[in-house]
Antibody, heavy 122, light 110 residues
Framework: EVQLLESGGGLVQPGGSLRLSCVASEFTFSSYAMTWVRQAPGKGLEWVSSIRDIGGSTYYADSVKGRFTISRDNSKNTLYLQMNSLRAEDTAVYYC???????????????WGQGTLVTVSS | QSVLTQPPSVSAAPGQKVTISCSGSSSNIGSNYVSWYQHLPGTAPKLLIYENNKRPSGIPDRFSGSKSGTSATLGITGLQTGDEADYYCGTWDSSLSTGVFGGGTKLTVL
């Protein structure tokens, strides 16, 4: 069965950095676009960043542009989110999600990780 | 303020039907696929509808999706108490080159 296993969350001070990882299994990782979505406490889902399968084009929400970097290592079936200059408003549960369409784009996210909590506080 | 507009809450009795609307614009819903998600606290969101109106395997046909112009609708029939959750629509915005979600709709099954 398809699995997405996130790690790397934790408590960090404002201005600090974290790198989230999402290890994928039981599907051809390199053939699917991947996305990070977050949910702040008491708030709704917020799209953070996406990366295409081929070519690896990347896209970011304005709220994280210039601070976060999405990347993938297809040889390791792993998606990353490097988060720098973290702010209190970045506190959220971060989910990685798989696009439902092989070599497609933004058709719907059919598998999600369990989520990893990032807390930015002094 | 979300790019996609959903009602904050809807409610209906068990066994009844409910619809949840999602309103956008020509650059998002009007030109891209819409998906719908069910989210229970403490769990990962679950895909209910993809590509506007397709159901993943395992999702009962009580759940349906439709799209017309710049709006989309999720329908749920035969409501069950287990359907109580937050529901989100999502799509791509071609002008912003970003993903977008609605603000979410809390479903209460009375």
């Amino acid at each position: 069965e398809v699995q997405l296993l996130e790690s790397g969350g934790g408590l960090v001070q404002p201005g600090g950095s974290l790198r989230l990882s999402c290890v994928a299994s039981e599907f051809t990782f390199s053939s699917y676009a991947m996305t990070w979505v977050r949910q702040a406490p008491g708030k709704g889902l917020e799209w953070v960043s996406s990366i295409r399968d081929i070519g690896g084009s990347t896209y970011y929400a304005d709220s994280v542009k210039g601070r976060f970097t999405i990347s993938r290592d297809n040889s390791k079936n792993t998606l990353y989110l490097q988060m720098n200059s973290l702010r209190a408003e970045d506190t959220a549960v971060y989910y990685c999600a798989k696009d439902s369409s092989r070599s497609g784009w933004y058709r719907g996210f059919d598998y999600w990780g369990q989520g990893t909590l990032v807390t930015v506080s002094s | 303020q979300s790019v996609l507009t959903q009602p904050p809450s809807v409610s209906a009795a068990p066994g009844q039907k409910v619809t949840i609307s999602c309103s956008g614009s020509s650059s998002n819903i009007g030109s891209n696929y819409v998906s719908w998600y069910q989210h229970l606290p403490g769990t990962a969101p679950k895909l209910l509808i993809y590509e506007n109106n397709k159901r993943p395997s395992g999702i009962p046909d009580r759940f349906s999706g439709s799209k017309s112009g710049t709006s989309a609708t999720l329908g749920i029939t035969g409501l069950q108490t287990g359907d109580e959750a937050d529901y989100y629509c999502g799509t791509w915005d071609s002008s912003l080159s970003t993903g977008v979600f609605g603000g979410g709709t809390k479903l209460t099954v009375l």
